[in-house]
């Protein structure tokens, strides 16, 4: 069985960025020496912004614009298509996910989102429109609780289960190339400034500096993760922060202060809490997908698309000769390197 990844649609970007500025006004979205720039220049400018997509199994370039106008149809389509075959997300399908995240991530799931911009509100809209495709292309499946147990039990036996969590810390870090510097950061630190403003300022590794220092999940076994921050996470009390030291790796040194957010003990998911996530999972696999294929271009050649804006009124017609591409964004298919968050 694959692993579960519950990767988040891309979030619509645009769209929540002109609803937040719908109110700028006679002002001026930016004003620069008293000169003005009025948002309908930032909105025609940001609709010409390339977004690289997948399309029909190629990568493609197409305007922002476009791409935000093909994706909103495309969740409408699909939305309507899983009410009219009966198959609609559920309130307790989207809740049953959001719980066993929330335990997974040890309380840091909220966090997380923040430091992607997206809330609950939002995680819980793209995850019902990932629902309704998986309720869709699962419709007929005949997987029973029978073959669930047995894969949650072959699963559970492996040495790196999925199901079996180890104790961890999620570690927030500040790190930088020379010990002036990151003594510098430790006296902000001790003056009373919050760690991830902190990060933010002085943290050299743009990776981490740019969510606040926030790193992950650290477990004692996790070799990838050299030695000297594993212990001094383990070592280090939940909400306190280390004084500078020194890791070497290899052939390369920095300095670094790491802060314990948070502990999890090694915990095991139990059955009653993954069967319907594995079920979900072998049927999507066991499924034959060209009848959902089929089902998604009669439904579109049929519905009535039509898009007001003289430069989009191509797109529906290019929808109905492209059906394959809505459920290519509907899952959330981009570029290898367009959306780097799961």
Request: proline share 4%; charged share 30%; net charge positive.
């Amino acid at each position: 069985m694959r692993r579960m990844r519950f990767g988040l649609v891309a979030i619509l970007a645009a769209v929540v960025l002109m609803s937040a500025l719908a109110g700028c006004g006679r002002k001026g979205l930016i004003n620069v020496n008293g000169e003005k720039i009025a948002k309908d220049e930032f909105y025609a400018r940001l609709e010409r912004v390339p977004v690289q997509t997948i399309k029909g199994g190629k990568q493609v370039t197409i305007p922002a614009g476009q791409y935000v106008i093909e994706q909103m149809i495309t969740e409408r389509l699909l939305t309507q298509l899983s009410k009219k075959e009966n198959v609609p997300a559920t309130d307790e399908q989207i809740e049953a996910k959001l719980k066993y995240i929330k335990a997974s991530s040890g309380g840091n799931f909220l966090a997380q989102l923040k430091q992607q911009g997206i809330s609950e509100q939002e995680w819980k809209r793209q995850m019902a429109l990932q629902q309704s495709v998986v309720n869709l292309i699962g419709k007929d499946s005949k997987v029973t609780d029978a073959d669930v147990k047995k894969e949650y039990d072959i699963e559970l036996a492996k040495p790196a289960s999925q199901f079996k969590k180890p104790e961890a810390v999620f570690i927030s870090m500040i790190m930088t190339e020379k010990p002036d510097a990151i003594n510098k950061a430790y006296g902000l630190l001790q003056e009373g400034q919050e760690f991830g403003s902190v990060a933010l300022k002085l943290s050299e590794d743009k990776a981490t500096a740019a969510g606040q220092g926030r790193v992950g999940w650290v477990s004692k076994n996790m070799d990838v993760v050299p030695q000297a921050i594993r212990g001094a996470a383990f070592e280090t009390g939940v909400g306190k922060y280390t004084k500078p030291f020194q890791v070497k790796d290899k052939n390369q040194s920095a300095w670094v202060i790491l802060r314990a957010d948070s502990k999890r003990p090694a915990t095991t998911d139990r059955y009653e809490d993954v069967k319907s996530i594995i079920k979900e999972q072998m049927a999507i696999k066991a499924a034959d997908r060209k009848p959902f294929d089929d089902l998604l271009k009669d439904f579109i050649g049929e519905s009535k698309i039509v898009v007001n804006a003289e430069r989009y009124k191509t797109i529906p017609e290019m929808l109905k000769k492209n059906a394959g591409v809505a459920a290519e964004i509907a899952e959330g298919k981009k570029a290898p390197d367009a959306d780097k968050k799961d």
